[in-house]
């Protein structure tokens, strides 16, 4: 008897019960393309409140969920009274979405 087709049965055997060890090592837990993470609050600091036009300027850290970098810019708020529970220069967490293009504020609530 050979060995070499037994083992090759059997490797073959294995692979179809188990699933490809190898295949699922390395592709299990990773975030397929396209994919955005989780979406959590974003730390940052007030620079500027317009309640006439619903805006807000917040200088603020990464926001991996939009897979944008720090920097300083101009969000339109959800709902104009998130706006009554901040002040300019607070440090805030806040959610921030992507509403067709436009960059909103949904949630601001006082850092920790």
């Not at 390395?26 to 500027?48: C, H």
């Not at 300027?57 to 709902?79: A, R, S, Y």
Request: net charge positive.
């Amino acid at each position: 008897m050979k060995l070499q087709p037994v083992l090759g049965a059997i490797a073959l055997a294995v692979t179809a019960f188990f699933g490809n060890p190898v295949v699922a090592q390395t592709t299990s837990g990773t975030p397929k393309a396209g994919m955005a993470a989780t979406p959590v609050l974003a730390d940052g600091e007030v620079r500027k409140i317009d309640k006439e036009a619903g805006k807000i300027t917040i200088k603020h850290g990464e926001i991996k969920h939009l897979e944008m970098p720090g920097m300083t810019m101009v969000f339109v708020v959800k709902d104009r009274a998130l706006l009554d529970k901040t002040t300019v220069g607070a440090k805030i967490l806040f959610m921030a979405t992507n509403e067709n293009g436009q960059m909103a504020v949904t949630d601001i609530q006082p850092a920790k």
